[in-house]
């Protein structure tokens, strides 16, 4: 069993920047692929960003490229999410998963554990 528990969340302007955090208790950590999601009010979860257990192999939704950054921290049992330029369209829940793999997946079914979300608003 792993718990998963999301912070940094919260109230940003349009152009700002946020850091995610989730932190892992439990079984052992590095043995999890990670992944962000998100979910806005009427749409389907979304993966936002994926990373292997190592950290070595990573994932982005095509329309956040070059503006989100995932990494993990194995020793702290901590994966990350750095949000910059945020925009209105980011608005939404953001949740931690965790995989019993070596690798992450863009499908959200595949994932074995989840955090309560975080929530993220960004004005205009």
């Known amino acids: 069993q792993v718990q998963l528990v999301e912070s940094g969340g919260g109230l940003v302007q349009a152009g700002g920047s946020l850091r995610l955090s989730c932190a892992a208790s439990?079984?052992?950590?590095?043995?999890?692929?990670m992944g962000w999601f998100r979910q806005a009010p009427g749409k389907e979860r979304e993966l936002v960003a994926g990373?292997?257990?190592?950290?070595?192999?990573?994932y982005y939704a095509d329309s956040l490229k070059g503006r989100f950054t995932i990494s993990r921290d194995n020793a702290k049992n901590t994966v990350y999410l750095q949000m910059n330029s945020l925009k209105p369209e980011d608005t939404a829940i953001y949740y931690c998963?965790?995989?019993?793999?070596?690798?992450?997946?863009?499908?959200?079914?595949?994932?074995?554990?989840w955090g309560q979300g975080t929530q993220v608003t960004v004005s205009s």
């Open positions: 998963a965790a995989r019993r793999s070596t690798f992450y997946s863009t499908e959200h079914r595949d994932y074995d554990y």
């Open positions: 439990g079984r052992s950590f590095s043995g999890y692929a």
């Open positions: 990373i292997s257990w190592s950290g070595q192999d990573t």
